[in-house]
């Protein structure tokens, strides 16, 4: 069997690059050829290119292209792309060639989608986001801060603007999401996916063609087990990931300052300086590479993750668990598959000031509980852990199957 991963970026950008980058050096050392393809250098240093065939077309992604008209033109669908792709894959004979797909719409274009399949491969798709099946990649309406419950690609999803830019983004959105189902055959004519949570799994399940099938692979969590923490040793509340609107960083902000805890924000983005004026006395960390991470986290009363769109997993949970730290999580987001409710963390309901001050304020005045929650936690995450060797066995389960069928 060999093995072909398909990426965006070739370096750990997002989490999706992070999951397809650790799974390469472990396949090569289980015996497997493996190649990855990216569009975006630079290449990860992490990659042993000793046992990993590393191809980049060093291409610009699309926030990154100096030129608006090519960026647009080519994130509908980049023939220069797929022309090299097809030179490599003419290499390879798709009756022992399993090609993984982790991430396009951010410099491949569907056009490598296409690619894939018109040469008789067969691929799984890993189902990072939402873009699958919607064109603004979230099923979340950025202006109105909800979900949203428009089939996608119908008459009321092209007259609805719920891009988080505005309403010409969405309208170029939907015009690539309709190459992608029309030409690029995704969906409709991909047979196999990978998800990672019951929650998003849940709910593209109804997208997805019906004859599809879907591998439940968890995504590696790379903590080294080590004693327990003492989530009650300190008082801070920590938010870690992207301060962006639909994160909800502002509305844990908000729960802090009723209740008068601790907050520490970890992350970087367009809400900074309205959580800042929310919450002044907060301490904001900025960006932390995984070490910073998992150091804030150490150093936590418990995560809260206020999440108001989907999330597809929500790694830092297992991530906080795997340290013995207990989590409040909002219950309309996939992150939610990583708690349970009055055991290992809460739940709030999603949105709610008050439901989720309510949650800080019984965690910040107990301390034996704050404990009990994150052994709790500890244990069950431990029981069955995400760690890369199950990942990787679970992927080549995968793609046997696949290629056997």
Known sequence: MRIIVLNDHADIVGGAAQVAISSLNALADAGFDVTFISAVGPVSPLINQNRVRVVCFNQFDLLGNPSRLDAAIRGIWDSRASKKLGELLSEYDPNDTIIHLHTWVKSFSSSAIYEVRSRGFKIVCTLHDYFTV????????????????????????????????????????????????????????????????????????????????????????????????????????????????????????????????????????????????????????????????????????ALVLPSLWHETQGLIVLEAAALGIPSIVSEDCAARDGVVDGKTGFLFKSGSIEDLSRKLQILHDDPSLVEGMGLNAYERYWDNPCTLANHVHELVLCYRKILSS
């Open 134 to 301: 919607c064109p603004n990649g979230g099923l979340y309406n950025y202006p109105l801060q909800k979900h949203c419950n428009l089939s996608p690609m119908s008459f009321g999803c092209f007259a609805s603007n719920c891009d988080s830019r505005n309403y010409m983004q969405k309208i170029w959105r939907f015009s690539r999401h309709l190459v992608q189902q029309q030409i690029a055959g995704m969906p409709d004519l991909v047979d196999n996916f990978i998800s990672i949570s019951n929650y998003s799994e849940s709910i593209l399940r109804r997208f997805l063609p019906s004859r599809a099938k879907i591998f439940r692979v968890n995504n590696p969590i790379a903590v080294d087990r080590g004693p327990p923490s003492r989530p009650s040793e300190s008082d801070a509340f920590s938010f870690i990931g992207r301060l962006s609107p639909e994160k909800g960083g502002i509305l844990f902000a908000r729960a802090a300052r009723e209740v008068g805890v601790s907050a520490q924000f970890v992350g970087s983005g367009i809400e900074e300086k309205a959580i800042r004026t929310v919450l002044p006395h907060a301490s904001f960390l900025g960006w932390q590479d995984r070490g910073g991470v998992l150091k804030a986290l150490k150093r936590s009363r």
